[in-house]
């Protein structure tokens, strides 16, 4: 049974930076491919950004490149999204997702679907607001 547990969410000035921090257990980390979603009040979960087995491996939605930077620790078992320069857009419910490696053949630029995922955490609220 995997389980998927956020934190780091809560209430940061435009401009300002957040920390979210998700943490996986019940399988071998190392095997999945992690990623994280949000939702707006009134709007669909959309992509954000998605990091592969190996910590190099990352892509994101276009409006945080340059402001957020997925990372992963596998000996923590642990994935993060380290938020710059926060915008009242980004404000959302932030969700962790994890996939299985099914393929070496899996290429995680074309992971931006929820159906792309098999696991989800319960969401982490983040809030920019002055």
């Known amino acids: 049974q995997v389980q998927i547990v956020e934190s780091g969410g809560g209430l940061v000035q435009p401009g300002g930076s957040l920390r979210l921090s998700c943490t996986m257990s019940?399988?071998?980390?190392?095997?999945?491919?992690m990623a994280w979603f949000r939702q707006a009040p009134g709007k669909e979960r959309e992509f954000v950004a998605v990091?592969?087995?190996?910590?190099?491996?990352?892509d994101y939605t276009d409006s945080v490149k340059g402001r957020f930077t997925i990372s992963r620790d596998n000996a923590k078992r642990s994935v993060y999204l380290q938020m710059n320069n926060l915008k009242p857009e980004d404000e959302a419910v932030y969700y962790c997702?994890?996939?299985?490696?099914?393929?070496?053949?899996?290429?995680?630029?074309?992971?931006?679907?929820?159906?792309?995922?098999?696991?989800w955490g319960q969401g982490t609220q983040v809030t920019v607001s002055s």
């Open positions: 997702a994890a996939r299985p490696v099914r393929s070496v053949y899996t290429i995680i630029t074309h992971l931006r679907s929820t159906g792309d995922y098999d696991y």
């Open positions: 019940g399988r071998i980390f190392e095997s999945y491919i």
């Open positions: 990091i592969g087995q190996r910590p190099g491996v990352t």
